[in-house]
Nanobody
Framework: EVQLAESGGGLVQAGGSLRLSCAVS????????IGWIRQAPGKEREGVAC????????FYANSVQGRFTISSDNTKNTVYLQMNSLKPEDTAVYYC??????????????????????WGQGTQVTVSS
């Protein structure tokens, strides 16, 4: 069973930075993808970014392109999301998601029926104006 442990959320002023971490364990796949999905109160879920382990390819939602960077340390099975130039609209619970098939990812607004992957417990990111 895949287990994901997120850390790094918190409160930051607009324009500031945070780095989220996600430690992954309990998997046996040779290839997989890990990323982040966020959800703010009253808003639809949004796929933020993901990284494909084997090729190292990264993918981003338009809303965070150029501000967020996803990376991985495969020796530690840990994925990071560096978030710069944060905006109040980035406020949300950020979930680390493990998905074997990178093609399942949806980056950007998600519909209620868009379900994939194994999720962590989430970490709160709050950006004050």
């Amino acid at each position: 069973e895949v287990q994901l442990a997120e850390s790094g959320g918190g409160l930051v002023q607009a324009g500031g930075s945070l780095r989220l971490s996600c430690a992954v364990s309990g998997f046996t796949f040779d290839d997989y993808s890990i990323g982040w999905i966020r959800q703010a109160p009253g808003k639809e879920r949004e796929g933020v970014a993901c990284i494909e382990r084997s090729e190292g390819r990264t993918f981003y939602a338009n809303s965070v392109q150029g501000r967020f960077t996803i990376s991985s340390d495969n020796t530690k099975n840990t994925v990071y999301l560096q978030m710069n130039s944060l905006k109040p609209e980035d406020t949300a619970v950020y979930y680390c998601v493990f998905e074997e098939d990178v093609r399942q990812w949806i980056l950007g607004p998600m519909k209620a029926a868009d379900v994939f992957g194994s999720w962590g417990q989430g970490t709160q990111v709050t950006v004050s104006s």
